[in-house]
């Protein structure tokens, strides 16, 4: 599959209950899985279905969608693809950074592009010795003119194979900043993970930043905002979107626990008639 009409991923986004179409993008996770990455197209086919930075307001080309609207919507990739509920993360923690802390030519330039699936994004923050505790960075930002100019490296970045643009985590003058760099230029490389026990679908990489230049433009709030406020904000959107998308495989796990009980027969009793496992069942419930 080298590309994706959205159908499907438009049925989801709208909760319709549409089976057959959970159905098929359960099929196909499988494949992506397997091959270690999502097909040509899909990601960018999630901003035309409506569900990249739908939480946005539509001044930025979002959807304006409630706490409550997103975390439904990412319960439903969960229970799909977490690979693709990790698309959705990962575009509205950088969106959502954008839009409480970039300014207003970062916010104009950005964001609907973001929303629309034609400009995709990565969060890279975490390093070799900067993992949970990300205020031990040691990637620098130096200024250079009327540049900044970037040296690090960044481990286990989510879409960092396929990305555009990175949200970066660095120190300027010894303070957390963050820049937004473009993907593709002189000094940006990556090296994409493969094999490892989850998420293999999601595009992860390793991104080495040597000497690359940013337009000073491109910083996202001043020094010392960088962590408590941008990465801040990212990484609170993160973490709730994560957390709905983790009750959607929950639930996903309990729909097909019960389905396969239901139909297995052991020693001509089904498996769902055994009264340990309806206590295993009903206790997930």
Not at 141 to 165: C, N, P, T
Not at 177 to 200: D, F, K, N, Y
């Amino acid at each position: 599959m080298t590309d994706w009409d959205g159908t499907d991923l438009a049925r989801l986004a709208a909760g319709s209950g549409d089976r057959d179409a959970v159905a098929r993008l359960r099929a196909h996770a499988d494949d992506w899985d397997r091959a270690q990455r999502l097909p040509d197209g899909l990601v960018r086919a999630l901003g035309r279905a409506g569900l990249l930075a739908a939480d946005l307001p539509a001044r930025h080309g979002g959807q304006g969608l409630a706490p409550v609207a997103l975390g439904a919507l990412c319960a439903r990739l969960g229970g799909v693809c977490t690979a693709l509920r990790s698309a959705v993360t990962v575009q509205g923690m950088v969106a959502a950074a954008l839009s409480r802390w970039g300014t207003d030519e970062q916010r104009a330039r950005l964001l609907p592009a973001l929303v629309r699936g034609e400009r995709l994004a990565a969060f890279a923050a975490t390093e070799d010795g900067a993992g949970t505790e990300l205020g031990a960075v040691v990637a620098t930002l130096r200024r250079d003119g009327g540049d900044l100019v970037l040296d690090g490296a960044k481990k286990w970045v989510s879409f960092g194979e396929s990305a555009d643009v990175f949200l970066v985590l660095a120190r300027l003058d010894g303070k957390p900043a963050t820049v937004v760099v473009e993907a593709g230029g002189p000094g940006v490389s990556v090296e994409p993970v493969r094999g490892q026990l989850g998420l293999r679908a999601a595009h992860v990489a390793h991104v080495r930043f040597d000497a690359v230049r940013v337009p000073a433009r491109d910083q996202v709030a001043p020094a010392g905002f960088g962590l408590s406020h941008v990465v801040g904000t990212a990484l609170d959107h993160g973490r709730f979107t994560i957390a709905w998308g983790c009750v959607g495989m929950a639930g996903a796990c309990l729909e097909l626990a019960a389905r396969h009980t239901a139909a297995r027969e052991q020693g001509g009793v089904r498996l769902s008639d055994h009264q340990a496992v309806r206590a295993a069942l009903g206790r997930a419930l």
